[in-house]
């Protein structure tokens, strides 16, 4: 929404805004002239449309108004995609990645000098100025970039300017969205308190690749990368009008991905042509598909691929995603390495968690892999309950606070809770509590961590908060490193 703001603003709208809660983001929006209060007070008396979340419901008060006084309201997906009109809209759908892809490809593309306009659902200090471009220390991070009206090079010089976004599926809010090129990414069981079914899922990102344009001759219309595995590509391409290629480690996929998690090599292959490589800062060879996909999409957008590769080289990661927070020396020696992450289905647990396992190897230095999750949303903690309970077999201690309760209802609440999950984990033979607060699992991990362990803190909810504070609890006496470290993920 601070993006959708920014975008706003620059064209020239006047912009202000309402949140329930006030905070660095919002008050950035202030210093740049967006007047935003608490949502308390009434709407503007000049205002003639009204852009919500998907947080906010249609009995709020300033959208009753809004109603009341036949002011138009949109959803931030309608708006994004009128946004859309007159731009070359790239949109990057899928169950997981989006984000990540998104900032990688947003950044690359701004090394490669065609200077797309981006809006990313997670913080990434490189964006403005790109990987390749000024030092941490001048960049501001944000999950925002205002780029030119028309690309300034490669192929497409001369046409719309770039707007990158992530085309979410919830509520099937992407199929508001215009975009000309489009990513799908691997499709899952989600949002079934929406859906009620894979299958429903899986249409839903059918009507959306039908979105795009044909395809025309020399490759300028309408061009869908999917994944060769994973992503049902061939429910989710029956019939569409545009160019569809696909991307996986599958040798047979037009966009081959070779990955070595040794030395986090990739290597990407166009019908058995390395266009391709470099060395990842992010481990997993999820992040590598991720980092794979923004290299192919930037080369459908006629960027230069070997300046592509050495952006997603130097690209160290988003605020949130696989995220390193720094190391917490501890009283007696040693130290905890401490990683936050905003994974929060089943899949992005089990790949973050294989990725830490893989790159931290913890039991090399006697330690163990602990993990505090919070659930979000008790619908989908219901729903996937099972394939939650099997996505943390390579941690060693999960610690689960109450379930983020957020857009569902008060029946769906009482529904399922914590204790649900940790009794499922404790079936499965893995050491789990369920713990409240976030202060109380801080000082739990006083107790629990000990030197070579690596803590993890995942979830799309507020429970980064436990990172941070696990983290500040050593300060005053000095023993926390936040150093930066070449190889890993991340602002250390």
Known sequence: MSGLARMLAAAGARVAGADSTLTAVTTALVIEGIDVHDD??????????????????????????????????????????????????????????????????????????????????????????????????????????????????????????????????????????????????????????????????????????????????????????????????????????????????????????????????????????????????MPGDHNAMNAATACALAIMLGADPDIIAQSLGAFEGVERRTEFLGERVLAGGGVVRVWDDYGHHPTEIDKTLRALREFENPERHHGRLICVFQPHQHSRTRFLLDEFASSFEHADIVIVPHIYFVRDSQAEKHKVSSSDLVDRLRTRGVRAMHLYPFDAIVEQLENVCRAGDVLVVMGAGPVWEVAHKYMAGGMDAGSVRTREVSHVAGRV
């Open 40 to 281: 308390a007070g009434p709407l503007p008396e000049a205002c003639d449309v009204v852009v919500a979340s998907a947080a906010i419901k249609p009995d709020h008060p300033q959208m009753i108004e809004a109603q009341r006084r036949g002011i138009e309201t949109l959803s931030y997906a309608e708006a994004l995609g009128r946004c859309m009109a007159g731009r070359t809209g790239v949109a990057l759908a899928g169950t997981h990645g989006k984000s990540t892809t998104t900032a990688m490809l947003g950044t690359a593309l701004v090394d490669a000098g065609l200077d797309p306009s981006v809006i990313v659902g997670a913080r990434c200090a490189q964006l403005a100025g790109g990987a390749l471009g000024e030092p941490e220390a001048n960049r501001s991070a944000t999950g925002f970039r205002l780029g030119s009206a028309e690309i300034p090079a490669g192929q497409l010089a001369g046409e719309p300017g770039l707007l990158l976004c992530e085309a979410c599926e919830y509520n099937r809010s992407f199929h508001n969205l215009r975009p000309r090129i489009a990513s799908i990414s691997a499709v899952e069981a989600d949002h079934l308190d929406i859906y009620g079914s894979l299958d429903a899922v899986v249409e839903a990102f059918h009507e959306f690749a039908q979105l795009l344009p044909d395809a025309e001759v020399g490759g300028a219309g309408g061009r869908l990368l999917i994944a060769h595995e994973g992503g049902h590509r061939r429910e989710v391409a029956a019939g569409v009008r545009c160019a569809v290629e696909t991307i996986g480690f599958s040798p047979g996929a037009d966009f081959s991905v070779i990955y070595d998690p040794g030395d986090r090599r990739v290597t990407l292959m166009h019908e058995r042509r390395t266009v391709a490589q470099w060395t990842m800062r």
